[in-house]
């Protein structure tokens, strides 16, 4: 690799923050290359926007700190020059696109930037009518930005990235908000920006897309690179690693092989990322020759109908602007059980929350909320039955520090002992794992820190629903299930958990029911596994399937016989090592 070809290098960085004791960032030795694409992976606050921000100059110029190393971008070190003088170079889309916006429509958003560069009038317009369309946010382009949703404030801070026209673009999470068909879009557009020599770092909480087109994969550890280097080299290196300690998401056929090579000594030259090399390992090491039968799963007890919390009847809502966000939908809530509710972003999930928490109020149709309508409702009681952790949890934050927050929410709602709420306190930090960012500013605390902490000041006082919009935004794989096995355990105790979601992979491994959303309809209400069989509504929904239900359908088309249902991979794996441990005797 000469000299030219390095757009972007640290050499021996160290990174503390001005508040901070110990150092994000440790020693840290990177390259990235021209016109490829590489993926930052690692577990939740392993300093990986810390590193984004050292790219883009925030770090040291903006948000100070102690940097000792260097930072060479396109030749230049970014300690000795000016942060504008970067913003030619790079391009960057944090977590939360909304914090960089500085205009009050989209298209005058997307031409902002250009137009601080003094770009030319008839190029700049050029570009914004580009954008419009790679983003698809031509519909929306003289909308106020504060009335786009959660996906489209992602893309349109990709627009205003791409805008500049740099030459290296960081994507902290851009698809952390997007439905499944609008991040395959993104994936697309990465792939032509490479393709037309942009070099890109991407931020990725899932894998799936990416992991096989990636040019170099860097993960890190508690602000240590431990490794970097092509998918197949880190996979064979830290790939078990990735998969049990490290909370990394790796696709799930790549959980399989990774199980089967480290727990099963199947011998394979690489490790399968994609369905057809997955099931080429199968093949070649004999698992599919007899039929695959899953244990039964133990049925669960006749009890009566679970209590109806919820009951929406024909239930319609538009906004003064005229957007229709509900048309005719109706579904129940009951206690106990935890439904997803998924689709395409804009279709209306949000409204719906809205609605429940009585944020909104029904304009058609009927609302029953705890056996009272909802127009009777007064927010604050409520509030005291039904509780919303919102997509951007720090629009709901108060105080200063994460103990006071709790404490916050426990006082709002008269609970005055002392001691209650000291032990409430610590069990929520403790099984949230907060406990090390108790004295910190909400607001200084990492996207999937913030959602831990909406999510504890919302069920410290025991609502009857808990209702959370993009649960595992931000979260790692570790955390990820932390979360759900706290749901698990507050729904055993009859508190229906509703989750608005993009994830699939979670709505197929833990959700009893799903509701699908599409431009304010309900296409389906039904279980996960009915709803991946309906490839039409799937579509209307920009839903995908997941890469498992993907494998376990090719492995049906091909005549492998699959008894009982594939949820997890854990599903899947009990079936073929089981099989596999008889063979051998």
Known sequence: MTETNIIAELRNVSYTHWNHQEPTLKNVTLQLQRGTLSVLVGPGGSGKSTLCDLLNGRIPKLLGGQLTGEVIIDGLDTAKVEV???????????QDPETMFATLYVEDEIAFGPENLLVDADEIRLTVEELLDVTQLRPQRRNLVWHLSGGQVQKLGLATALAMKPSLIILDEPTANLDPIATLSVYDMVLKLREQGMTILLVIRELD???????????????????????????????????????????????????????????????????????????????LDQPLVLPVREAQPATVQPELLVEAKNLSFRYAEGTHALKDVSFNIHAGELLAIVGRNGAGKSTLAKLLVGLLKPQAGSLTLFDKPAAQWKVEDLANHIALVFQNPEHQFLTDKV????????????????????ETIQESLTRLGLEAVVDKHPFSLSAGMKR?????????????????????????????????????????????????????????????????????QLLFDGQPQGLFNQDEILQAANLRKTVLHDLVSELTARGVLISGEVRTTSDLLTALTTREEVQNG
Not at 251 to 256: G, K, L, R, S, Y
Not at 409 to 419: G, H, I, P, Q
Request: aromatic share 4%; charged share 25%; with cysteine.
């Open 403 to 422: 103990w006071d927050e709790i404490d916050y929410s426990l006082l709002a709602r008269n609970v005055t002992d002392l001691e209650v709420r000291k």
């Open 84 to 94: 504008k003088e970067l913003t030619k170079r790079v391009g960057s889309v944090s």
């Open 452 to 520: 831990r902490l909406g999510v504890a000041t919302m069920l410290v006082c025991r609502p009857r629903i808990l209702l959370v919009d993009e649960p595992t935004y931000g979260q790692d794989k570790q955390m990820t299930q932390t979360l759900m096995h706290f749901m698990e355990e507050i729904r055993a105790e009859g508190i229906a958990v509703v989750m608005i979601t993009h994830d699939m992979r979670l709505v197929q491994e833990y959700a009893q029911r799903v509701i699908v959303m599409s431009e304010g």
């Open 209 to 287: 897309e990416f992991l096989s087109c990636a040019d170099q994969v860097l993960l890190l550890q508690e602000g240590t690179l431990l490794t970097s280097g092509t998918p197949q080299e880190v996979l064979k290196s830290h790939g078990e690693a990735m998969f049990t300690s490290l909370g990394v998401w790796l696709p799930e056929t790549t959980e399989i092989g990774l199980t089967l090579r480290n727990r099963h000594n199947i011998q394979m030259r690489d490790i399968p990322i994609t369905v057809p090399e997955t099931i080429a390992l199968l093949q070649d090491n004999h698992l």
